[in-house]
């Protein structure tokens, strides 16, 4: 479970991004978290694992007060919370496969992690990770090959493959078009169920927050405003989220397409593709 409490953020300029938040994700549980552009949202998951530094205020992941670590007991404590990045955060010039693996250099020795040779485990994992979001065919592929859906699923994997135990998400389909924006959100609600883990999703997408996250948590200014599930959020507390506007075709729409499996929707490039990975061609990775 993650637990803030009384978490606050003032900026060096005075900005208050949040006030006082108290907020509890069991192990699980999918989390939207929405608001209009400086709510303190991004802040909120920064936050957590503390690329932004809170000003007062405790976070708990488990057994683990984030908020009392020094920062070698923190990159430790990292490897308990995988992050997805808006901009994928890939290393372009390297293949998918040495972008998944990416996840393990906090597990491996220097010299290990410079030559990039990886315990065969990690290595199985990581095929198992790909195919399981519909990428075992592009293991050998670089990264400024992909879609930008497919850079996210690699993104994905790269965040599970540190066998965390908390996912942060911030904006995951800030740049990608709506079928394939549906089709990650689908995935890694699916992927949380799964592995049971606490997840929060920085997301803008009302409709996609409402069709994908079984709990909703509203930010204005900093303050939670909204906290229940998708069906509560109603034009009037919309209106207390993001100020007056006509919320009346913002409602939670669901078509039979959204209740398919992801690996049933993935975008019409990879439809069919059956080509198996090479794993003899990995060997200079073990």
């Not at 890939?90 to 040495?98: A, T």
């Not at 979001?133 to 992909?146: I, Q």
């Not at 699923?153 to 800030?174: H, K, M, S, Y």
Request: aromatic share 6%; net charge negative; proline share 5%.
């Amino acid at each position: 479970m993650l637990k803030l409490v009384g978490l606050f953020k003032r900026y060096r300029t005075g900005d208050e991004a949040l006030k006082t938040i108290d907020l509890d994700v069991p192990d699980g549980q999918v989390m939207a978290l929405i608001g209009p552009s400086g709510a303190g949202k991004s802040t909120l998951i920064r936050c957590v694992n503390r690329l932004v530094e809170p000003t007062s205020g405790q976070i708990f992941l488990n057994d683990l007060q984030l908020t009392a670590l020094s920062q070698r007991q923190l990159r430790r404590a990292r490897r308990r919370m995988g992050m997805i990045f808006q901009e994928y955060a890939l290393v372009e010039r390297l293949s998918v496969m040495e972008n998944v693996l990416s996840g393990r250099l906090g597990y491996v020795s220097f010299w290990r992690s410079w030559f990039r040779r990886f315990p065969q485990p990690d290595i199985d994992e990581a095929f198992r990770l790909l195919e399981r979001v519909g990428l075992a065919h592009m293991v050998d592929k670089r990264a400024d090959e992909l879609s930008g859906g497919q850079r996210q699923r690699v993104g994905i994997c790269r965040a599970l493959i540190q066998n965390p135990e908390l996912r942060l998400v911030d904006e995951p389909t800030a740049s990608l078009d709506p079928k394939t924006s549906r089709q990650i959100m689908r995935l890694i609600r699916e992927l949380c169920e799964e592995r049971k883990l606490a997840a929060i999703i920085n997301i803008h997408d009302v409709l996609l927050a409402q069709m994908f996250a079984k709990r909703i948590v509203g930010l204005r200014l900093g303050e939670i405003v909204y906290d229940g599930p998708p069906e509560g959020l109603t034009p009037e507390v919309l209106t207390e989220i993001y100020g007056e506007e006509d919320w009346s075709a913002t409602i939670r729409k669901v078509d039979e397409e959204d209740d398919r499996p992801a690996a049933e929707t993935e975008t019409e490039a990879d439809e069919h593709h059956e080509i198996q990975p090479d794993r003899d061609r990995l060997a200079g990775l073990t």
